[in-house]
Nanobody, 125 residues
Framework: QVQLVESGGGLVQAGGSLRLSCAAS????????LGWFRQSPGKEREFVSA???????KYADSVKGRFTISRDSAKNTVYLQMNSLKPEDTAVYYC???????????????????WGQGTQVTVSS
């Protein structure tokens, strides 16, 4: 049974930082692609960032230069370091995982087979 468990969300002031973690389990050979999406009230779920086993990564334009994605493949864990947070970053952040290595190049949520429950990030102004 595949499980994605996120942690690290919370309340932070604008300009602050948070680090999200997601531990993935349940597949013998792990997940080639690990990523993050976010969804705020009344909006569709949107791509934030993704990283492949190879280290290849992709970012949404809105977070480039502020967020950094990394992974510990041995632990099947992905991290999202979020700096210079803005109120518009407020959302529920979802971890996503997929066994296909090129899924990280896609920004649509249909590219991912597995999802976490989400963790709330709130940035106050």
């Amino acid at each position: 049974q595949v499980q994605l468990v996120e942690s690290g969300g919370g309340l932070v002031q604008a300009g602050g930082s948070l680090r999200l973690s997601c531990a993935a389990s349940g597949r013998p050979f792990g997940f080639s692609t690990l990523g993050w999406f976010r969804q705020s009230p009344g909006k569709e779920r949107e791509f934030v960032s993704a990283i492949a086993w190879s280290g290849g990564n992709k970012y949404a334009d809105s977070v480039k230069g502020r967020f950094t994605i990394s992974r510990d493949s041995a632990k099947n864990t992905v991290y999202l370091q979020m700096n210079s947070l803005k109120p518009e970053d407020t959302a529920v952040y979802y971890c996503a995982a997929d066994p296909r290595p090129l899924s990280f190049t896609r920004t649509d949520s249909t590219a991912y087979d597995y999802w976490g429950q989400g963790t709330q990030v709130t940035v106050s102004s």
